[in-house]
């Protein structure tokens, strides 16, 4: 459907260089996954909130977050994967270019998440898309986004005020909205709580997570993450710690 | 893009492409110019491309009609080629039941008579064609009245394209049109009157519930009537060829040649309420019902329109929705600019609202009307917003009788748009609602949608976002933290089960296999402890070292899950096991659905468990004051459909491999034998088969494409086993479900003798219920309000019917099965069946 316009529009405007096939073969991969990369994505953002919003796309096999190679927190990406490539085309549809965490988040189909494509490459250890896109600067693009909702969000109610649009809050957001990648904004110290530094804390678990997540990957069976795993298929331990030994 | 394409696909928008001028006119000689110009170069290009925007940009038709129409008098060829494509297409759409297809062709081809293309006798013999079949249809004796739907819509859409030839067809060939007409009233007087139960957005009082409200072909009738007695005049429809009508009247008509219709399926052999059922909702499903009516502003806030132009802009805007999606610019930028010369946001919004929140599905996610909205209230600042908050204000008012899939969808959409509008809302409006009792659907309403945009955001933005209304801070969801039982403060007291859940935590933390923990576990704390103890321990431990996150939760349950699997083997165990990990999340009502989501994945508790454990004593109670048990269960069931729906996809997929494996090993085999059957000459000497390198080729290929052949064969009779037990699994899970609901709601509904239906639930005397305290509040309570245990079972009823109709077409397989064993029998309750049987859209006798 609406193929009149399709033409126009590119599957992903970003070549990954990690990618090692020609471009034929990318685009064909794009054509086929089943995962996202989203981009834009607010330092503070938790699984949790990606997970909410993605899911009403459909259901969500695995959520990766992207990470600052240097500090291992969240930089400002992460990687969505989907059990169905409907709901992925959808998810890349619907939720880009809306808000996440009062930032415009991009969705984009990546051709398949990889071990090591977590880490973020950029020359400071942040978001690599970020650093080297020219056409595309988040924190212009949130700004505008922001100062064009507060002109539109009026109700008619009468009972929201300049008063209540140019209060503390107001100032707050707006930081926030444009702090991501220079230096952390306005409400760094209210979503640190929120977030029970669940990145920083525990640095040496998080790492060790992934390390196992890398491990398991090579396991082909039983399914990991599955949508419903089929009741035949039965846990092996033996190899389980075999892998893990 | 080529300029002429462009200007084909820009016509009528004010753009770059025509300069300055936003005439009609005007764009159509520019369009002309370069399209007469353009067939000459290259013909065959021109005509896909030009049918292509036509039925993909449907609004714009009269501008393409007028445009063939100017062609037809300089190149007649080119344009009966175009005619002949257009009912190629129709007859294509009516065999395979397109009805997208179906309805903008035969608007097309009227719109092609207003320009002289289309010979107006033999429109007329297409109209009579659909029309005839419909009557046939609806015929008891020659034809099948379950597939009304089918017959209804073949009328709708002859009904549907007179906006745009009315005028002509009733100057060039009255009598014929009259005679349509008095055919299309024939019909109405034959068919059913379509009962809508079970499909509307709000519960009705019997009263409105009755024959004398218009269904949606009886509606359009009384439309389509006032547009003629109205001379066919309206305004939502173009007429650019009346500026080329002297022009036009010059040009030779092209005959459309007669069609055929899809037959109906027979009717099933066996007449039961059961079988006609099946096959009305297969036929709704194939013909399915674009829009409902969401009539939720009072009239003299909506635009002043005639009924008709009413219908035209809903049909832009259904159109613009389904060929639009997924171009986010020229969605918002098309639905905001119809070509019509009145304001049309109060009717926009009710379509948009009445897309969302349509039974038993809209065509897209709401995720999708959602981006269409806010990027509407992003293009029409001035107008679209207030629209949409006064569609809110107007649902919250009727939120009690709202169907609960649709509450459902509405508080998704509201929570989702107010996070990319900062969550501004004036929640002080409805602050009020904490006086109102919790179970009171307004309550339970805003306390969802703060409950999804804690979600989204976090709670202290949230807690921000509601400042002017700070009492409604009572509704938000407790501040997320888990439940872990056995951390270690200073001064708190050490007990036993602290050790055990530190050293299994220093296990999981050494790398332990599942194994080994599990047999520590086995010999050291089971014995001792008991299960129940053991269990806590297991579950609060594990869960607390994944807590961090979605994906520290999946890589505990991927490395340790088995434990939990060993440790409750069965369904009695499983649902004590969900209860743990309810008792852990309690406070974070998104974890405990997610949990529960994986641990089903994993296969460590079974969709029956789920449900058992949704249908125990503490979820029942709080069936009507939250929405998470609601949305555990649905979890579930999605699930397990999902996974139908994968297998089915992946045997259909299979299947067409096995095909074309099949002819690679056939012809492999029929190669081989011809080869076989060759003389050739080995060393001199005259041997049956070609030379032995080719032999030899040969034979290795027809064994790849055998084995190949049977591999794909074996993988489809393994998916063939999976797909059957898992529809077994389906049917003791919709069983299950049903007893469970049959059971909680007849310990909980009045005497069959004092509610008949759910209306009178609504306005039984409260004070007669038992379950009806509210001292707590100390507010004496309105009379208007509804007692706890009449809306406990307005809401259990509300979802009972949700959950039937979001599954229909899995229940309906299972029919014999239910009905014999949960539907059949004297103490089942006539509201449990009145809810179930209006999902379905079975009649009630």
């Known amino acids: ?128 898309r970020d650093e080297y896109r020219t056409d595309y600067d988040p924190d212009i693009l949130s700004l505008k986004e922001l100062e064009a909702q507060r002109q539109l969000v009026d109700y008619g109610t009468g009972s929201l005020g300049d008063e209540r649009r140019g209060g503390p809050r107001g100032g707050g957001e707006y930081g926030q909205g444009g702090s991501n990648r220079h230096g952390r904004g306005g409400d760094f110290h209210r979503k640190r709580q929120r977030d029970d530094d669940r990145y920083g804390r525990d640095n040496s678990r998080r790492n060790s997570d992934h390390e196992t997540r890398r491990d398991s990957d090579h396991d082909m069976r039983p399914e990991k993450n599955p949508r419903f795993r089929e009741s035949g298929d039965s846990d092996d331990d033996g190899e389980d710690d075999r892998k893990r030994s | ?184 009233q024939a019909y109405l007087s034959i068919r059913k009157h379509s009962s809508s139960s079970g499909l509307n957005f709000f519960l009705k009082g019997e009263s409105e519930n009755s024959p004398s409200e218009k269904d949606f072909l009886e509606d359009l009738w009384d439309r389509t009537q006032s547009l003629a007695s109205n001379g066919w005049k309206l305004d939502s429809v173009p007429r ?83 060929y639009l999606n997924g171009c986010r610019k020229e969605c918002a930028s098309y639905m905001a600019n119809l070509p019509v010369p009145f304001r049309y946001e109060y009717l926009m919004a009710e379509t948009l609202f009445s897309q969302i929140l349509l039974l038993p599905q809209p065509p897209f996610k709401t995720l999708y009307y959602t981006l269409v909205i806010m990027d509407l209230c992003k293009a029409l600042p001035g107008a679209f917003p207030a629209v949409v908050a006064g569609a809110v204000r107007a649902l919250f008012e009727k939120i009690s009788d709202l169907d609960m899939e649709s509450r459902t969808r509405l508080i998704l959409w509201f929570s989702h748009h107010l996070s990319n509008f900062q969550f501004i809302w004036p929640w002080e409006e409805w602050s009020y609602v904490l006086d109102l009792p919790k179970w009171a659907p307004k309550r339970v309403f805003v306390q969802e949608v703060l409950q999804r945009e804690v979600r989204l955001s976090y709670w202290d933005k949230i807690k921000q976002s509601i400042e002017n209304a700070s009492a409604l801070e009572e509704l938000l969801p407790a501040k997320a933290a888990p439940a872990y039982r056995y951390s270690l403060e200073e001064g708190k007291e050490k007990t036993e089960e602290h050790q055990l859940s530190a050293e299994l935590n220093r296990k999981v933390k050494e790398k332990q296999s599942a194994r080994d923990m599990m047999s520590w576990i086995e010999e050291t704390i089971y014995p001792v402890h008991g299960f129940e103890v053991t269990l806590t321990v297991v579950v609060q431990t594990l869960l607390e070292i994944g807590s961090k996150s979605f994906t520290h939760m999946v890589t505990v349950l991927e490395r340790y899950g088995q434990v939990f699997g060993k440790l409750c083997p069965d369904n009695d165990k499983q649902v004590m096991l969900l209860s743990q990990v309810s008792a852990y999340w309690k406070n974070n009502a998104q974890m405990t659905a997610v949990a529960m989501d994986r641990m089903m994945g994993y296969r460590l508790v079974s969709n029956q468990a789920i449900v058992r454990w949704v249908f125990s004593p503490e979820n029942v109670d709080q069936f009507h004051v939250s929405d998470q048990p609601w949305e555990i269960l649905g979890n579930a069931l999605n699930k397990t459909y999902n996974r139908i729906s994968d297998l089915r996809k992946d ?87 049903f007893q469970s609901f049959s059971a909680v709601l007849k310990e909980r509904l009045p005497e069959p003798a004092k509610a008949r239906s759910m209306e009178d639930l609504k306005s039984e005397d409260g004070n007669s219920s038992a379950m009806e305290v509210d001292s707590e509040n100390g507010n004496p309570k309105k009379k208007t309000e509804i007692g706890e245990r009449e809306q406990w079972c307005l809401s259990t009823l509300g979802y009972l019917t949700a959950f039937t109709r979001q599954y229909a077409n899995e229940i309906w397989p299972h029919m014999e099965k239910l009905k014999l064993e949960v539907f059949s029998g004297e103490d089942v309750h006539p509201l449990f069946l009145q809810a179930i049987f209006s999902a379905l859209q079975i009649p009630l006798q």
């Open chain 2, 1 to 184: 893009m080529s300029n002429w394409k462009t200007l084909l696909l820009r016509i009528g928008e004010k753009g770059p492409e025509y300069g300055t001028s936003s005439d009609f006119k005007d764009h159509i000689e520019t369009c002309f110019g370069v399209i007469r110009r353009e067939i000459e170069r290259s013909g065959d290009q021109v005509s896909p491309y030009l049918l292509q925007c036509a039925e993909q940009l449907p609004h714009k038709i009269p501008l393409y009609g007028t445009l063939i129409g100017l062609l037809n008098l300089e190149n007649e060829d080119f344009v009966r080629k175009i005619v002949e494509s257009v009912q190629a297409n129709f007859q294509v759409a009516l065999d395979s039941g397109n009805c997208n297809s179906i309805r903008i062709l035969l608007r097309f081809m009227t719109s092609l008579l207003c320009s002289k293309v289309v010979q107006p006798a033999s429109l007329i013999v297409v109209f009579e064609t659909l029309l005839s079949s419909a009557a046939t249809t609806v015929d008891e004796e020659k034809g099948n009245p379950s597939w009304q739907a089918q017959a209804d819509f073949y009328v709708i859409c002859i009904l549907s394209s007179l906006p745009w030839g009315g005028a002509e067809l009733a100057e060039q060939v009255p009598d014929e049109i009259e005679r349509v007409l008095v055919g299309i």
């Open chain 2, 240 to 322: 650019p060829h009346l500026s080329f009508e002297a022009q036009l009247v010059a040009g030779k008509f092209h005959e459309l040649r007669p069609i055929k219709c899809m037959e109906p399926p027979s009717p099933p052999s066996d007449l039961s309420r059961e079988n006609i059922g099946k096959q009305k909702h297969d036929a709704l499903m194939r013909y399915p019902q674009r829009i409902r009516r969401l009539n939720i502003f009072p009239a003299n806030k909506t635009e002043d329109v005639q009924p008709i132009d009413r219908f035209v802009v809903e049909e832009y805007l259904l159109d613009v929705l389904l």
């Open chain 2, 651 to 737: 045997i259909s997929n299979i299947t067409k491999n096995v095909l074309v494996a099949e002819k690679a090993s056939a012809n492999a085999r029929a190669e081989l034998e011809a080869a076989e059957s060759k003389l050739s000459l080995v060393e001199g000497e005259p041997v049956l088969g070609e030379n032995p390198g080719k032999m030899k080729r040969l034979k290795s290929t027809v064994e790849k494409t055998g084995e190949a052949e049977v591999s794909l064969r074996e993988s489809l009779e393994a998916k063939e086993a999976l797909l059957n037990r898992a529809l077994s699994e389906t049917e003791a899970l919709l069983l299950l479900l």
């Open chain 1, 1 to 128: 459907m609406a193929s009149l316009f399709k033409e126009q529009a590119k599957l992903s405007a970003y070549r990954d260089r990690r990618f090692s096939g020609t471009q034929e073969e990318f685009e064909e991969a794009l054509r086929t996954s089943s995962t996202v990369y989203i981009g834009n994505v607010s330092f503070y953002t938790t699984e949790e909130q990606i997970y909410e919003l993605f899911s009403r796309a459909g259901e969500i096999k695995k959520i990766i977050m992207g990470l600052d190679k240097n500090t291992k927190t969240p930089c400002g990406f992460c990687f969505v994967l989907f059990y169905s490539r409907e709901d992925t085309e959808d998810a890349v549809k619907y939720v880009s270019g809306t808000i996440l965490d009062d930032r415009p988040i991009r969705v984009d189909f990546d051709w398949g998440f990889q071990e090591g494509r977590q880490w973020g490459r950029g020359r400071s250890g942040g978001q690599v």
